[in-house]
């Protein structure tokens, strides 16, 4: 829609236009986490300037707020997406899993990733985006998830969210409040940062080693192991449930796929593992803990959800 210095396909300089455009990243970072996906969040953000230029000139003078129309015609946008996500989700073989985003999450030039793009285009890699919560996002209703990021995250008031999601303050409130119960049953006491990042190291150098009873170690009783591969390359249809299961699993991988290297990452914030073959990702594996042990793996293999990786 735009180029690279925000001109719109040959549209004379619009003064406005560099407000306009700087409210890009909010959007982004809001259309990311309402739907778990950058390139849905990207086709959201566009059709939404795609609805600022179709009106006319004295129509987008009138809007007091250009940044909150924006943000709440995104919003709606997102509300009709996640109403039809459900079915969508039944058709996708396999498991859904978000897509991941590595450290350096950016636009430059038409395409994401690298280090020299505006600050603007960033997406933010806050504790709002790391894979366990979008996945517990994922079991709201739209109307919740929708609440709870725009209140909870963004800090719109809940007048804001009452007028962008069509309900009632008091529907509102609600509405956030169950989101938070569903993310507190979810969440664990986990070790500190550092020791993660060391845990999935040990975890790295176990599955390298093919050693299985580290892996157990590593890994809580009550582990599960996800993957998704989308239909598109092969990928275990469901969790894989208890440790011992999840280093078979993984130290067979490596028996299959010997060419298979291993490179420590950043997964949307938090320490993860990127599998590459032949210098190709071809894996991202994003991990939740429950305080030393792993608790969680999610393995995207979806090739449609590693562009930003295989871009790099």
Known sequence: MTNASGSEHGRPDDPGLGAIMSERRQLINLTYRLLGSLTEAEDVV???????????????EAIE?????????ASRICLDL???????????VGEWVPEPLPADTEWISGRWGGTAADPADRVTLDESINMAFLVVLERMTPAERVAFILHDVFRYSFAEVAAIVGRTEPACRQLASSARRRLRASQSE?????????????????????????LIGLLA???????????????VLRPIVGAEQI?????????????????????????GLVAQVDGVSVSVLAFDFAGDRIKQIWTVLNPDKLRLWRDA
């Open 247 to 271: 280093a078979q699993f993984y130290a067979g991988r490596m028996e299959l796929v010997p060419e298979l290297r291993l490179v420590e990452s950043t997964v949307n914030g938090q320490p």
């Open 65 to 73: 707020s250009p940044g909150g129309w924006l943000t709440t015609v």
């Open 221 to 235: 009783p009550d582990a599960t192991a996800t993957g998704d591969g989308g239909g598109l390359v092969q990928a």
């Open 190 to 214: 986990a070790a500190p940062a550092p020791r993660r990042a060391d845990n999935v190291r040990a975890f790295k150098e176990a599955w390298e080693a093919k050693d299985i009873d580290a």
């Open 82 to 92: 996640l109403g039809s996500a459900r079915a969508r989700r039944e058709r996708y």
């Open 46 to 60: 566009q059709e939404t300037y795609t609805r600022w230029y179709a009106m006319t000139p004295q129509q987008r």
